[in-house]
């Protein structure tokens, strides 16, 4: 155990009472996978704006934001408000309201001539897993070519070569092996999902030729978020868009993350390119479970009832959800907004940079407005294979040392990323740096 984990368990006893209750009665004691960071996980009690706190008090510069999802920063009062007038009149009904198509109608404002029509899920895994079912159901047939090592949910399909495997088992880097990432998937799993590498156009091509007309689609982060975060190179989304006219495929955007974040308009306005479906999630919720997908009207016009690919959810388009989702969205991050925050984005990028140079530390930081990560590596990845080079118990030293020191700096594993959301400010950002050099100095030592 390192002095860094040490020193957090010592300010964190209420945190540990906490898990161990928890882990008697909850898997893991969390409710997701991701959220358990050994030795025990932070347990919140409190947040506003880009600060939490935990169980016993510390105090802590939030930059995972639920893993990019706090857009609006915690605890927006323009968001909360809306909340409370909604639970007012009720929180799910199982009929439709007039909420869900202001929020459709602002969704589609912000990518026009890429989504004619719209559908609400309840999450992320929900919109890719009914999105891959959408573009087969639209060209009869069977194979989804994704990302080697992007994460599209936990979905069967799409939980396949997300980097869970051992390197060993990840094949050439010029033909991925397609790896089942858990235990009960069947053989279609991987048998229908083939992968390739982010950013290298030649291989997608040549799996196109090799599965002989029998693509379906391409899903794909346009900016990828499992790897740090990881733009793509010049030429690249231009690319694969054509590719998939060529053969006749469904390109489908993953903006889960970066929709509605990293531009107002999301990676379709940033990069100018025009998918075939969008799905989206985390920042059109405002804090609140919400997701969707969209796109195209002659896709869209197959979803049931008016055509036959079968898309239902009990919770789908919930009147809090959409009432969340319009507040953050028409109310809280205007255009003034998202340029705000990329700025402050930019300063994070830019000092850290700076940092890393000054104390001659093997680092880089990757950026893309306002998400971006330190990798302890040299070179700026391209790839996932390439971010998987770096230090990843160095990492966690860097990890642990900031939260001792009331930041945390990012998501808990070293393939995430830092978020910048509307709440946070210049103090945040000055205070952020001056951390970050103290700890780099210190485990650089």
């Given at each position: 155990m390192t002095q860094a984990v040490q020193e957090f368990e010592r300010r964190t006893p209420k945190c540990k009472a906490a898990w161990e209750h928890a882990a008697a009665l909850i898997p893991g004691g969390v409710g997701s996978a991701i959220q358990f960071k050994p030795p025990y996980p932070i347990y919140i009690g409190d947040?506003?704006?880009?600060?939490?706190?935990?169980?016993?008090?510390?105090?802590?510069?939030?930059?995972?934001?639920?893993?990019?999802?706090?857009?609006?920063?915690?605890?927006?009062?323009?968001?909360?408000?809306?909340?409370k007038k909604q639970a007012d009149h009720g929180t799910l009904y199982g009929m439709p309201t007039t909420l869900a198509g202001d929020l459709a109608?602002?969704?589609?404002?912000?990518?026009?001539?890429?989504?004619?029509m719209i559908r609400f899920t309840q999450s992320g895994v929900e919109c890719t897993q009914t999105a891959i079912r959408l573009a087969r159901a639209a060209t009869g047939r069977k194979h989804i070519v994704k990302i080697e090592g992007s994460y599209h949910g936990g979905t069967d399909d799409l939980l396949v070569s997300t980097g869970g495997a051992p390197k060993d088992a990840w094949g050439p880097g010029d033909a991925p092996a397609s790896t089942a990432d858990s235990a009960g998937l069947l053989p279609s799993s991987t048998d229908y999902t083939t992968v390739v590498q982010f950013n290298d156009i030649e291989h997608m091509r040549a799996a196109f030729d090799r599965l002989d007309g029998d693509v379906a689609g391409v899903i794909i982060e346009p900016a990828m978020t499992n790897g740090g975060v990881i733009p793509p190179q010049p030429g690249y989304l231009e690319a694969v868009r054509a590719l998939t006219t060529e053969k006749g495929s469904v390109l489908i955007f993953d903006e889960v993350k970066v929709g509605c974040r990293i531009a107002e308009g999301g990676a379709t306005q940033l990069y100018g390119i025009k998918p075939d479906l969008v799905t989206l999630a985390k920042a059109i919720g405002g804090g609140v479970p919400v997701g969707a997908f969209g796109g195209k009207r002659e896709l869209m016009e197959m979803v049931t009832p008016l055509g036959p690919m079968v898309h239902f959810g009990t919770y789908n388009a919930n009147p809090l959800g959409m009432a969340a989702g319009l507040a953050c969205l028409t109310k809280v991050m205007t255009?003034?907004?998202?340029?705000?925050?990329?700025?402050?984005?930019?300063?994070l990028a830019d000092g850290q940079r700076k940092i890393i140079a000054d104390l001659g530390i093997p680092a880089c930081v990757t950026q893309v407005t306002t998400l971006g990560g330190i990798l302890f590596h040299p070179e700026e990845p391209t790839n996932f294979r390439e971010a998987a080079r770096c230090d990843a118990a160095l990492w966690d030293e860097y990890w642990f040392s900031m939260l001792?020191?009331?930041?945390?700096?990012?998501?808990?594993?070293?393939f995430e990323e830092w978020s910048i959301s509307a709440a946070h400010t210049d103090e945040d950002i000055d205070r952020t740096l001056e951390v970050t050099h103290d700890v780099l100095q210190a485990i650089s030592a």
């Open positions: 947040s506003k704006g880009s600060r939490v706190w935990d169980l016993d008090g510390n105090e802590y510069i939030d930059y995972s934001l639920c893993y990019a999802a706090m857009v609006a920063g915690h605890a927006n009062p323009v968001i909360a408000e809306a909340i109608e602002e969704i589609m404002r912000r990518y026009p001539g890429v989504i004619d255009t003034e907004r998202y340029e705000e925050m990329t700025r402050l984005g930019t300063k001792n020191k009331g930041v945390i700096p990012m998501g808990s594993a070293w």
